[in-house]
């Protein structure tokens, strides 16, 4: 696998790639979760999509993925060529916060002066040039002036499901870099009318794309996250696991980034998705002239605003609006477009040979 990178020999890029995705069942399972999903702008998975787009900032050598062990064998086998030894296995799922400062841990030992791009394996952005040089620009922002950055989105919608953040001071960027600030809050997920108000009181969505100088993450989380920083002296004597063990589950966001006077964010200038669910494909897949989402072998007549994924045989549509059908793994899904986002509702119903997918899928 190669790669054509360009830029600052610190740069290191790691791939959060943990999580199952359920909100895409019955597609999505523990055995082959979202990141594994042809979800974005072409038919490849998006993990794939996703290190392409490392490769572009850094030689494979400089790149990681990480998860868990279950996950090893179908992301290598989706992923040809990538050496086995830049999978790094999170000894136990802890959230954001600590895996990450594991891994700034690894690359600190190797680069001190490294400067360390957290990307998410299930996000889909475009174009990639513009990404590309966002992330750059941003990564030099960050080494120079020592900063934790986060990437904001300007949002286009009032979004639920996704974390805000409000700009406080602009901070000074060169030619070629993107614009920049503090931060003055991170605020969660709001309700509707709420993210109206954040919105016009010019709020901007927070991607989880992190650019962190590690020395400095490193030295952050020693003094607002005591809970980590106090056993970041396990890596030091190579304890990976006792550290896992120890370690509360809690994100990088709370832990680190919304108490460090250190912490701001560059606007982004490409579009960004992290796909959360079946809606999402309204707008990462090409819509039909109905306003239809279509993957797969589907057949429609007379269908409006419908979404449908059919992997696991065809699926014919006739005289219907606002659904998402799904056929993957044996199992068939039919919800409304409005009820979708609530499926982990459904799972929590299901028999578990059911939810996990005992009959497997297509990959």
């Known amino acids: 696998m190669s790669s054509l990178p360009e830029g600052d020999p610190h740069l290191r890029v790691v791939i959060l790639a943990g999580g199952i995705g359920s909100r895409f069942w019955p ?25 392409e787009r490392a490769l572009a900032l850094a030689p494979v050598e400089h790149a990681a993925i990480l998860a868990g062990e279950h996950l090893a064998a179908p992301f290598l086998s989706a992923l040809p060529g ?19 400062a594991w891994a700034a841990h690894r690359i600190l030992r190797v680069d001190p002066k490294g400067v360390m791009v957290s990307l998410h394996s299930d996000h889909v952005v475009f174009p990639e040039a513009t990404f590309l040089s966002d992330v750059r620009g941003g990564a030099s922002l960050a080494a120079r002036e020592d900063l934790l950055l986060t990437i904001a989105a300007t ?47 010019g709020y901007l969505w927070n991607t989880g794309i992190f650019i962190f100088p590690v020395a400095r993450f490193l030295e952050e989380i020693r003094l607002h996250a005591p809970e980590i920083g106090d056993r970041l002296e396990l890596l030091d004597g190579n304890e990976d696991g006792r550290f896992f063990d120890e370690v509360p589950s809690i994100s990088v966001d709370e832990a680190v980034m919304a108490r460090s006077g250190r912490a701001g964010a560059l606007r982004a200038s490409f579009s960004w998705d992290d796909v959360g669910g079946w809606e999402a494909l309204t707008r990462t897949l090409t819509l039909d002239p109905m306003g239809n989402a279509f993957h797969g072998d589907v057949h429609a007549l007379d269908t409006r605003t419908t979404v449908a994924w059919a992997e696991d045989g065809p699926i014919v549509l006739f005289g219907v609006e606002g659904l998402v059908v799904v056929r993957s793994g044996g199992v068939t899904l039919v919800t409304s477009r409005e009820r ?10 299901l028999p578990a040979e059911l939810r996990e997918g005992a009959a497997g899928g297509e990959g």
């Open 155 to 201: 949002p286009d919608r009032p979004e639920t499901g996704y974390g805000y953040l409000r700009p406080g001071a602009p901070l000074a960027s060169n030619a070629g870099e993107p614009e920049a600030f503090r931060l003055d809050a991170f605020v969660e997920k709001p309700d509707e009318a709420t993210a109206r108000d954040y919105i016009a009181r």
């Open 27 to 51: 597609a999505s399972l523990p055995s082959r979760p979202k990141p594994l999903l042809a979800l974005g702008r072409s038919d490849r998975p998006l993990l794939v999509e996703t290190v």
């Open 340 to 349: 979708a986002p609530r499926l982990k509702e459904l799972l929590a119903e």
């Open 82 to 100: 990538f050496p086995s030894e830049q999978l790094w296995i999170e000894p136990r799922a802890r959230g954001t916060a600590p895996v990450l």
